[in-house]
């Protein structure tokens, strides 16, 4: 690897393993995807109830239609009420689940990077990837997140590396032209 860059060492711990789930949730489910949600939901929901009443013979008139898209999007609100408490509930318990089968624990990760790309090495394997090879890349306060695809990821626990390494990784992504999943 070629121009400036470093190199840093991580483990993934359980806790890092779950911000990175909850990065990943709260990436798909920012207001955009919340309001994409509600709306087709609550759209559907208003054309079903209209067309409940259509059925049962009932004349469909300004009120009524109004009527329809206030429940609608009423019931589309509390679905995403509720399938936010399933998240809060499930998220943790199938992170431990599968943190355990990937068998991370203590797992010492050595990622060397620089200008072209990123390095990564540990008792699984090794791969090289160029910039180019990514599809995005997000944070938190507590992890970075390198997207080879919506679903596969390399995880950078942030608490383990230097800043100024951290801000270096930064640039190299930045300057790879990696878009960022925001």
Known sequence: MAGPGGTFTVALSYEDYLACNWLMIRRRWLW???AR???ILGAAYAVLFSVIDLIDGK???FTSVVLAFA???GSAVVAAALGALALLWRIPRTAR????QLKFEGVDSLFTFSSEGIE???RFGKSTNLWSDFSGWAENERVLLLFRT???FYPVPKAQIAPETLETLRRAITAGAVPTKW
């Open 150 to 152: 919506s679903q596969m």
């Open 71 to 73: 429940i609608g999007f």
């Open 37 to 39: 949600f509600i709306g």
């Open 59 to 61: 004349s469909i008139d």
């Open 32 to 34: 955009k995807g919340l």
């Open 120 to 122: 990564s090495s540990n």
């Open 97 to 100: 689940k599968t943190y355990r």
